[in-house]
């Protein structure tokens, strides 16, 4: 299976995966408040949308990024160490300005399940933040002259999915006790921030490194 990528490279990647899908951003605050205003289930429906969008993210970065060392393997340098810039860029701002997490209930009335998983789809797959993590997160793992960096790049991003998707699942079946208690607690929110940028510059700092030998 030339497709799987090392097993050093799953633990990073898992690592780092499970440490974005833990950190509050606009799909856990829009599980949450779906969770408190309509319940778990319409909840779980929109976990299903976000999923759904990161798939077509995978796909796209998969076969772009694989179309893009195809007709220039300087350009895929070029992609990666802009990807290095953004990702140290990211963990700078975790430190400066930290996680967010803001719960409202929603008001509208209650959507269907199509409208649920559509809700959910949209926030990941028009959000430009969301595009521009995928072009520059999954590339960090593969390399220009893998014969199989299409495979691998479809493998981390169904496995980013499988990562998330549970974690997203366990905070809507917590949203009542999780939205209180991580409002209250600040300096959790500040931990997760801390390990969210120093994985990041790590894998910056490593991927400049490399280029530079």
Request: hydrophobic letters at 60%.
């Given at each position: ?8 490279t ?11 899908a833990?950190t ?12 408190l205003?309509?319940?778990?289930k ?25 179309a ?87 493998f ?18 917590a ?10 607690n ?28």
């Amino acid at each position: 299976m030339d497709f799987v990528p090392s097993l050093s490279t799953l633990f990073m990647f898992a690592g780092a995966s499970l440490l974005l899908a833990a950190t509050p951003g606009p799909d856990m605050t829009l599980s949450i408040s779906r969770a408190l205003a309509q319940g778990r289930k319409a909840a779980l429906l929109v976990v299903v949308g976000t999923g759904l969008g990161i798939v077509v993210h995978t796909l796209l970065v998969a076969f772009g990024v694989s179309a893009l060392i195809t007709a220039s393997p300087t350009a895929f340098l070029v992609l990666k160490t802009g990807g290095a810039a953004y990702l140290l860029w990211l963990a700078i701002q975790a430190i400066r300005f930290g996680s967010s997490l803001t719960v409202t209930k929603v008001t509208e009335a209650r959507g269907g399940a199509l409208s649920n998983v559509a809700t959910g789809f949209s926030v990941n797959i028009l959000n430009p933040k969301v595009v521009i993590f995928f072009m520059t997160f999954l590339p960090q793992f593969v390399s220009a002259d893998d014969p199989a960096v299409t495979g691998k790049l479809l493998f981390l991003g169904f496995f980013f999915i499988l990562i998330g998707m549970p974690v997203n699942a366990l905070v809507v079946l917590a949203a009542d006790w999780l939205a209180a208690w991580l409002q209250r607690n600040r300096r959790v929110m500040r931990a997760i921030d801390y390990s969210f940028a120093g994985v990041f510059s790590v894998f910056a700092v490593k991927i400049f490194l490399t280029q530079a030998r």
